[in-house]
């Protein structure tokens, strides 16, 4: 009963700025840890930044100076501001949360989105 819906994804010109969201539904008590991760073709798939229910935050060296991840508890949102992208940056990428639930009781799990394409082009 609990899904994670992204959007913001898209094609963009080097130096340009993409802002992803990721809203939570369901049963939703409480969302932990979030992370937004990318998979580029071929490769491995990598946290590009995280951020606690308290609002600590980290990023991957890559990305650091450059993407923002926030939330918005009141709305289940969370969000990836990404500036200054740069072609490297093209991969899909998702948003991961950790989800204290009611189902008949009470659950907690992590939960994926389906995944947004940011192409990066130069």
């Known amino acids: 009963q609990v899904q994670l819906v992204e959007s913001g994804g898209g094609l963009v010109q080097a130096g340009g700025s993409l802002r992803l969201s990721c809203a939570a539904s369901?049963?939703?008590?409480?969302?932990?840890?979030v992370g937004w991760y990318r998979q580029a073709p071929g490769k491995q798939r990598e946290l590009v930044a995280a951020?606690?229910?308290?609002?600590?935050?980290n990023y991957a060296d890559s990305v650091k100076g450059r993407f923002t991840i926030s939330r918005d508890n009141a709305k289940n949102t969370m969000y990836l501001q990404m500036n200054s992208l740069k072609p490297e940056d093209t991969a899909v990428y998702y948003c991961?949360?950790?989800?204290?639930?009611?189902?008949?009781?009470?659950?907690?799990?992590?939960?994926w989105g389906q995944g947004t394409q940011v192409t990066v082009s130069s």
């Open positions: 991961n949360a950790d989800v204290k639930y009611i189902s008949g009781g009470y659950y907690r799990n992590d939960y």
């Open positions: 369901g049963n939703i008590l409480r969302i932990f840890s």
């Open positions: 951020i606690t229910s308290g609002g600590s935050s």
